[in-house]
């Protein structure tokens, strides 16, 4: 069955400069790639997704990169403000199945 | 709240006691799943249904686990015969049908195994 990955496990950036973390995946038949936000003892949160007709998707100061070829995705975040410390989720899916996700990036933006 | 609701947020029992959690989709949302979540790691694949039909249920599901949707509207999350290793947040979520589409989660439930 598919196994994501992902790193690093914790990440801390002044705030105002960029995080990236990245995600493998194994299955090569995945097409779906959501990236989730988890504040403390909240719910996890949907940011950006991508699916894998698209090399790379932008919202605002966040963008996802996407390479099926070395089956690889990341989350860029750019000009990091406190307020994106929180846990993040990377995860893939096959079209129709379950959603597997990765072990979770715990950010850090000091002021 | 047109959110996906799960009751109830907080479960304390002591370790053979069975429990049972709630999760109400958004109304209109065919798909449900549920996870479970230990400190420090990403969310766990549990089951889901299509409606009321479960598709997949998990290896690492013991048969002390069962889940159900009667209706394909809500769902319960059993478990028979509780261990502390059960201890772990159980979220639900809903997605709109089948084809990769977003998935939404509720607060979960926070169970404690004493």
């Known amino acids: 069955g598919e196994n994501v990955e992902q790193h690093p496990s914790t990440l801390s950036v002044q705030e105002g400069d960029s995080a990236v973390i990245k995600c493998t995946y194994s299955d090569s038949a995945s097409n779906y790639f959501p990236w989730y936000k988890q504040e403390l003892g909240k719910r996890p949160q949907l940011i950006i997704d991508?699916?894998?007709?698209?090399g790379e998707k932008k919202d605002q100061r966040i963008a996802v990169t996407l390479n099926k070829t070395a089956k690889h995705f990341s989350l860029h975040i750019t000009e990091t403000q406190p307020e994106d410390s929180a846990v993040y989720f990377c995860a893939a899916s096959k079209f129709t199945d379950k959603l597997i996700f990765g072990t979770g990036t715990r950010l850090q933006v000091f002021p | 709240d047109t959110g996906v609701s799960q009751d109830p947020r907080h479960k304390i029992t002591k370790r053979g006691q069975n429990v049972t959690f709630r999760c109400d989709p958004i109304?209109?949302?065919?798909?449900l799943y549920w996870y479970r979540q230990t400190l420090g790691q990403g969310p766990e694949f549990l089951t889901y249904?299509?409606?009321?039909?479960?598709?997949?249920k998990s290896r690492l599901l013991s048969d002390r686990f069962s889940a159900e949707r009667p209706k394909g509207s809500f769902s319960t999350l059993e478990i028979q015969r509780t261990e502390q290793g059960d201890s772990a947040m159980y979220l639900c979520?809903?997605?709109?049908?089948?084809?990769?589409?977003?998935?939404?989660f509720g607060s979960g439930t926070q169970l404690s195994v004493l």
């Open positions: 109304s209109e949302h065919n798909r």
């Open positions: 979520a809903s997605s709109l049908s089948a084809a990769n589409e977003k998935l939404f």
């Open positions: 249904f299509q409606n009321e039909a479960q598709l997949e």
């Open positions: 991508i699916r894998s007709n698209v």
